[in-house]
């Protein structure tokens, strides 16, 4: 009877050092299926294991507001902050991070469309009508600028304030 180490190391007859392109392929191939075996579940091991001291899970909301008007004029600063003042800052009073940005999108008529752009960044409160209050964002600022759309992004992350 064979042991467990001979037979660990003796090649298959397909497979073998005489055959050095099949012996090398048959090796490449058992470390890829082991690799492969291995990732997916180290990646759920991370994201089970949740936020780490003070850090809370919490809702993060990204909103994209295109800065690019119908008669091709750009929104002003002006007009930028009072909308931040009446629609943005009385919803989510305990703060958001705004960031300038460049963005592209397929517009309705099919043309792609470069503009600058605000990224609002909003750690939700968690409360009930967190979605209620990004509409109500959305739907301003489509109607006061004439917009075909704000993006929206909302997706879960570790936060501490």
């Not at 890829?32 to 899970?57: E, H, N």
């Not at 989510?92 to 300038?100: H, L, M, Q, S, V």
């Not at 750690?123 to 509409?135: F, I």
Request: hydrophobic share 40%; glycine share 10%.
């Amino acid at each position: 009877m064979e042991s467990l180490r001979t037979m660990r190391t003796k090649p298959s007859a397909s497979a073998s050092p005489d055959r050095p392109g099949t012996y090398i392929l048959a090796r490449i191939v058992a470390v890829a299926f082991g690799i492969l075996l291995f990732v997916p579940t180290v990646g759920a091991a991370d994201q089970s294991t949740g936020c780490s001291g003070s850090q809370k899970m919490s809702q993060v909301a990204q909103l994209f507001f295109g800065r690019g008007l119908k008669d091709g004029a750009e929104l002003t600063e002006a007009d930028w902050s009072g909308f931040v003042a009446h629609e943005l800052t009385p919803r989510f009073p305990n703060g958001f991070t705004i960031i300038d940005s460049v963005g592209q999108w397929l517009n309705s008529q099919g043309v792609v469309t470069h503009q600058t752009s605000k990224l609002v960044e909003i750690a939700l409160p968690g409360g009930s009508d967190d979605a209620a209050k990004l509409d109500a964002v959305v739907d301003a600022y489509k109607f006061q600028f004439h917009q075909e759309s704000v993006g929206l992004i909302i997706g879960s992350a570790c936060v501490r304030f």
